[in-house]
C-alpha cells in the first residue's frame, strides 16, 4: 500500500533543474552498486557463492521473517583459512571445508614428535610411549609451553586443537589405560593437566570457539583423516587418519567409517533445505521429491555404516575407547580435572562421541522428532551433547529446528497420506540408524565391560533407547494416521513394512533394557 493513501494518483508538479538533480543522483548511486559489485566479485571472498546470504548474527538479532536463511555455503572455499575450518555446505556437509593438515609446522616439532610415538602401537609396528604408560613422563621431559597468540589460520589452528586433545586426553587417561589392561577396571585418571598442553590448548580453544577438549568432529574423527591419493575422492580405501591412540587397523577403520558416512551429508542439507522451502511456498510436489531424495540420503549412509562390522573388530574396541572417555560424570576424574596455569578451579567435558555428529540430529530437528522427546533427565543429556560440537554446526542445527517448526514440516506432511509415508519413510532412516547403532553398543561394548557410563558420559543402557524408543512410538502413532488406501502402491508397501518393524522393535527394545538395567549400576541417573 502506497504512503499516499488508497490507490490514488498523486499530481507531481516537476521542475525541470529537480528532475536534472534526480537523474544525476540516480545516476551515480547505479554507478556506485555497480563498482561496489565489481569489487566484491573479485575479492577472495565473493567466491563464497553463499546461497543463502544471511547472516548468522543478523538471524539472531532480527525478528525471523518465515523465509529467514541460513548461510549455508555451496563452495567450500578451500583456500580460505581466515573463516571456520567446519562450516555447514551442501559440497562438503558437516565436514571440514579443508583437508586437515595431516603434519604440524617445524614449530611445533617437538609435539608433533610426541604424537607420533604415543600410539600403543606405532606405525612402524613398533611399541609407542602408551605401550608401557611412558606418554605422561614424556610430556613433562619434552614439551615447551608453546606460544600460539599469533596464529590466526584457521587450518593450523583446527591441526593444533585436535593435537593437543589428543595430547590432553593420552595424558589424562594413560593409567586407566594401563589399569584397564590387567584389572578391567579404570581406576584414577591423571587430575591435573600440565601447562605445557593447557595453556596452548585453552588458547586455541578460545580461537576456534569450543571446549578444550577432545571433541568428535573437532578433533578424534572429523579431524583426522588424510587422503592417499590426493586427487581421489573420500572413499574408505582412499583414506588413512592421522592420529590415534591404539595404532590399530580397528582403530583406524572406527574412526574413517564416521567419515565416509558424513561424507554424504552435503546432500542432507540440501535437501532438509528444500523440504522446508517447499513446505514454506506449498509445493507438494517438491516436498515429496526432497523427502524422496531424503531418504535415499540418509539410506546411502546406514548403509555405510553397516560397514564398520567389517571394518572395526568388535572385540578390539576396548583397547582404544578408555582414552576417548570424558571428565564429566566419570569415575576416573570425581573431582574433574585442573588445566595448570589456566584456572585452580577444576574442569569437567564430556568425551568424544558419536552423539556429537550433525546428521542425525539434523533428521531429529527436521522431522521435528526432537520435540517429541520425553522430557526427562535422559533427553537432558541429548541437548547437552548438542552444545559439543563446532559453533557453526550448532547454529545451523539450531536454525533447522526453529524454521522445520515454523513452517510446520510435520503437519504438511501429514495432511496428505502419500507425504506421510514419505515422512514416515525418512523417520524410519533414523530408527534405522539408532537400531544399527544400539546394536554396536550391545557388541562393541556392553558384552565386553560392566563400566556403566559411555564415552560421552552418558548411561550406557538406558540413553540410547531412550531416543531409538521415541522414534519408535512416534512411528506407530504416525502409521496410525496414515489412511492406506489413499497410498500409491509403492509407498502400501513400504508403508506395511515400517510399521510392522517399529512395532516388535519396540516391545524387543523394552524388554532389553528392563533386563540390561539389573546389570549395570545407576542407569536411571544422568
Ligand atoms: C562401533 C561403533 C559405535 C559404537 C560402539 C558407538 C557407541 C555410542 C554410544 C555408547 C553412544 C552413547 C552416547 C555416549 O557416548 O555417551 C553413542 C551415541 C551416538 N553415536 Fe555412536 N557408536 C558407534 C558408531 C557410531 C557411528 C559410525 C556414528 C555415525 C555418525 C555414530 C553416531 C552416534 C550418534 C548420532 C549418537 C547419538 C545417538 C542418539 O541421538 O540417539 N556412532 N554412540
Given amino acids: 500500500m502506497s504512503a499516499y493513501g488508497h490507490g490514488k494518483v498523486l499530481a507531481i508538479k516537476v521542475c525541470p533543474f529537480q528532475l536534472i538533480c534526480h537523474l544525476v543522483f540516480f545516476t551515480t548511486l547505479i554507478v556506485m552498486a555497480i563498482i561496489t559489485k565489481a569489487i566484491i566479485q573479485s575479492s577472495a571472498l565473493s567466491r563464497s557463492v553463499f546461497v543463502r546470504s544471511f547472516s548468522v548474527s543478523a538471524l539472531r538479532t532480527q525478528a525471523r521473517p518465515l523465509d529467514s536463511e541460513f548461510p549455508v555455503l555451496t563452495d567450500p572455499l578451500m583456500e580460505n583459512k581466515q573463516l571456520p575450518s567446519f562450516m555447514v555446505g551442501t559440497e562438503n556437509g558437516f565436514l571440514p571445508r579443508q583437508e586437515p593438515l595431516s603434519q604440524l609446522p617445524e614449530r611445533f616439532e617437538k609435539l608433533e614428535s610426541l604424537l607420533q610415538r604415543m600410539p600403543i602401537r606405532c606405525r612402524d609396528g613398533s611399541p609407542g610411549l602408551l605401550a608401557q604408560g611412558q606418554f605422561g613422563d614424556a610430556v613433562v621431559a619434552e614439551l615447551p609451553v608453546y606460544n600460539v597468540d599469533d596464529i590466526h589460520d584457521n587450518q593450523l589452528l583446527s591441526a593444533l586443537f585436535r593435537d593437543y586433545t589428543f595430547a590432553a586426553s593420552a595424558y589424562l587417561l594413560e593409567p586407566c589405560d594401563i589399569m584397564y589392561r590387567s584389572k578391567e577396571d579404570y581406576g584414577l585418571g591423571r587430575q591435573i593437566l600440565p601447562a605445557n598442553i593447557a595453556v596452548p590448548l585453552v588458547k586455541v580453544s578460545e580461537k576456534i570457539h569450543s571446549k578444550p577438549f577432545m571433541e568428535y568432529a573437532l578433533s578424534y574423527s572429523l579431524y583426522n583423516w588424510k587422503r592417499l591419493n590426493p586427487t581421489a575422492g573420500l572413499s574408505y580405501d582412499n583414506l588413512d587418519i592421522v592420529r590415534g591412540f591404539a595404532g590399530s587397523a580397528s582403530e583406524a577403520g572406527f574412526i574413517l567409517n564416521h567419515v565416509t558416512m ?265
Fill in 262 to 526: 558424513v561424507a554424504y551429508s552435503g546432500d542432507l542439507v540440501k535437501h532438509s533445505l528444500s523440504v522446508m522451502d517447499s513446505v514454506s511456498n506449498s509445493n507438494r510436489e517438491q516436498f515429496n521429491n526432497s523427502m524422496r531424495m531424503l531418504n535415499r540420503t540418509y539410506e546411502f549412509i546406514n548403509n555405510e555404516m553397516e560397514m564398520m562390522w567389517s571394518r572395526s573388530e568388535p572385540g578390539d574396541y576396548m583397547k582404544f575407547r578408555t582414552f576417548i572417555m570424558g571428565t564429566k560424570n566419570q569415575p576416573m576424574f570425581p573431582n574433574g580435572v585442573v588445566y595448570e596455569g589456566v584456572s585452580d578451579t577444576p574442569l569437567f567435558y564430556r568425551g568424544e562421541s558419536g552423539a556429537n555428529d550433525s546428521m542425525v540430529p539434523l533428521g531429529d530437528n527436521l522431522l521435528q522428532l526432537t520435540s517429541h522427546m520425553p522430557k526427562n533427565p535422559l533427553t537432558e543429556v541429548l541437548r547437552d551433547f548438542r552444545s559439543y560440537r563446532p559453533t557453526n554446526h550448532k547454529e545451523f542445527l539450531e536454525y533447522v529446528q526453529e524454521r522445520a517448526e515454523q513452517v510446520g514440516v510435520r503437519d504438511y506432511a501429514l495432511k496428505d497420506d502419500n507425504s506421510a509415508a514419505l515422512y514416515l519413510a525418512n523417520v524410519d532412516q533414523i530408527r534405522a540408524f539408532r537400531h544399527r547403532h544400539w546394536n554396536f553398543t550391545k557388541s562393541y561394548i556392553i558384552k565386553h565391560t560392566q563400566h556403566a557410563v559411555a564415552t560421552g558420559g552418558s548411561p550406557i543402557t538406558t540413553w540410547l533407547p531412550n531416543q531409538l524408543g521415541t522414534v519408535l512410538d512416534q512411528m506407530i502413532q504416525v502409521g496410525n494416521t496414515i489412511n492406506r488406501n489413499n497410498l500409491t502402491e509403492e509407498n502400501q508397501m513400504a508403508l506395511d513394512a515400517i510399521w510392522k518393524r517399529a512395532e516388535a522393535q519396540k516391545r524387543v527394545l523394552d524388554r532389553e533394557v528392563a533386563t540390561l538395567k539389573q546389570a549395570f549400576k545407576d542407569q536411571d541417573k544422568v
